[in-house]
């Protein structure tokens, strides 16, 4: 090979390499791509949750921030109306129970088809300490048993307890960092899977917006992430 030759291989490789470097680059400060959405593998088939966003949440959110993790009616599922609420201290406490130590703000959502009721409650605190002691005395263990879900812990830590009587209406708990997160899905028959799915979907959506990112994750993309586990 001559040295001319070499000159324009040369150049050649450097331009190959310089085109499939910036393919792969992504604009600083933009998601990357699929984030917060289950990935689809070469085989086609869903993968679970794999990205930057699976971490606790320790960021103080504002009100607005609050209000967009919130799941929108679609986010749920097709046939149900939606409310979404400001949060009061004592939507994050038990019943007749002061504001929890540490309260900084919450929000709700209530979610209504002609089968099931959602009610959503989202409360951060100041600090993981005192978002842990208000999980640990929020949930109600009156008349209720707990209820196993086949899946991964939701958050840094989740419970699903049952209510014994005959709607069998499910209660949902999890804490990630400084965030405690409830819901309560009325006429569930003592299946937890609803209310799992919301909880991790409401998480997920939380985690979305601490990363600056807008919450896109559903429930359907939950249920297809657990199908996917198996």
């Known amino acids: 090979m001559t040295r001319s030759h070499l000159a324009i291989a040369t150049t050649l490789l450097t331009c190959l390499t310089l085109s499939?470097?910036?393919?792969?680059e992504v604009p600083e400060g933009a998601p990357p791509a699929g984030a917060g959405k289950p990935s689809a593998g070469r085989t086609g088939e869903v993968q679970p949750f794999r990205d930057d966003t699976d971490v606790p949440l320790t960021r103080q959110l504002s009100r607005g921030e609050l209000t967009q993790a919130i799941p929108d009616a679609e986010d749920v599922a097709p046939g149900y109306?939606?409310?979404s609420l400001p949060g009061e201290p004592d939507d994050c406490a038990p019943s007749d129970a002061p504001a929890p130590t540490g309260w900084q703000r919450a929000g709700s959502g209530e979610y209504?088809?002609?089968s099931l009721e959602i009610d959503l409650d989202v409360c951060q605190f100041d600090n993981a300490a005192h978002a842990k002691t208000a999980y640990d005395r929020w949930s109600d263990r009156d008349e209720t048993a707990p209820a196993k879900v086949p899946s991964r812990v939701v958050g840094e830590e989740s419970v699903f307890l049952a209510y014994t009587g005959s709607s069998g209406t499910v209660y949902g708990y999890s804490r990630s960092g400084?965030?405690?997160v409830r819901v309560r899905v009325k006429e569930?028959?003592?299946d937890p899977t609803d209310a799992h799915d919301v909880l991790a979907a409401t998480i997920k959506r939380l985690q979305q917006v601490q990363a600056g990112r807008r919450?896109?994750?559903t429930v359907a993309d939950i249920a297809a992430a657990e199908q996917a586990r198996g």
Do not use: E, M, P
Request: net charge neutral; with cysteine; glycine share 10%.
């Open 178 to 180: 400084t965030v405690v």
């Open 20 to 24: 499939a470097c910036s393919a792969d």
């Open 81 to 83: 109306l939606h409310k």
């Open 188 to 190: 569930a028959g003592g």
């Open 112 to 114: 209504d088809s002609r």
């Open 215 to 217: 919450a896109t994750a």
